[in-house]
């Protein structure tokens, strides 16, 4: 079974913190993503990474960072948090199949920023 | 561009009762792909069916079917005879071939279901 694995269930951090949101999954997928969940708007999505050190904006990159220095782990990064980064985080990875492929999410992370 | 609507934000249905939920989507490519995922209370969202846009033939697993109709741009979902296990939050997705890192999901569904 594919596994992601985010490091955090719940995270409370203040304004102006730097935080890190990391993701491991553990089939050699390439695609990995990040996504951020808010009532009535569905998944958007942050970055996603298609190789190691490879990265492209999403949606809503703005306040976000990402880093992939290893095929397994992605990890996002909110510089300077801010109560609007206040959020679910949600993680994913699938194989580059040209969009066939159904990808496979984290449990997710509820970050509050105060 | 593309877009995935689902116009019913939040559903009660008393147990055993079907229940439909709707997928209207928006595309210009001609090959595409459908998907629907559960997310239990838990948080993890659970893949339950792909389709692509060739496919249009329905399909049922269980308590579940799936209506693709290219004609309308929808992919509605039923669950039949529904338990209190199926109440979760139900999103639509959609994955477009020239465009296949990016998965659009629609705003999803919040089906209860009253015992």
């Known amino acids: 079974d594919v596994k992601v694995t985010q490091s955090s269930r719940y995270l409370v951090k203040r304004t102006g913190e730097k935080v890190f949101l990391e993701c491991v999954q553990d089939?050699?997928?390439?695609?990995m993503f990040w996504y951020r969940q808010d009532p009535g708007l569905g998944l958007r999505l942050i970055y996603f990474?298609?190789?190691?050190?490879?990265?492209e904006k999403g949606d809503i990159p703005e306040g976000y960072s990402v880093s992939r220095e290893k095929k397994e782990r992605f990890s996002l990064i909110l510089e300077s948090a801010s109560t609007n980064q206040t959020s679910m985080y949600l993680c994913?990875?699938?194989?580059?199949?040209?969009?066939?492929?159904?990808?496979?999410f984290g449990q997710g992370t509820r970050l509050t920023v105060v | 561009a593309q877009k995935v609507t689902q116009a019913q934000t939040e559903i009660s249905v008393v147990e055993k009762e079907d229940v439909t939920l709707d997928c209207v989507y928006e595309?210009?490519?001609?090959?595409?792909?459908l998907f629907w995922y559960k997310q239990p209370p838990s948080g993890e969202l659970v893949f339950l069916i792909r389709?692509?846009?060739?496919?249009?033939q329905n399909e049922i697993s269980g308590r579940y079917s799936w209506n693709f109709q290219k004609s309308t741009s929808s992919f509605n979902f039923t669950i039949t005879a529904s338990q209190v296990v199926d109440s979760a939050v139900y999103f639509c997705?959609?994955?477009?071939?020239?465009?296949?890192?990016?998965?659009?999901f629609g705003p999803g569904t919040s089906l209860s279901v009253i015992p």
């Open positions: 990474s298609y190789d190691v050190k490879m990265k």
């Open positions: 595309t210009r490519d001609t090959t595409y792909y």
């Open positions: 389709r692509n846009s060739f496919d249009e």
């Open positions: 994913a990875s699938r194989f580059p199949d040209r969009g066939r492929t159904e990808a496979f």
């Open positions: 089939m050699d997928h390439e695609n």
């Open positions: 997705a959609l994955s477009e071939k020239t465009s296949y890192d990016k998965v659009i």
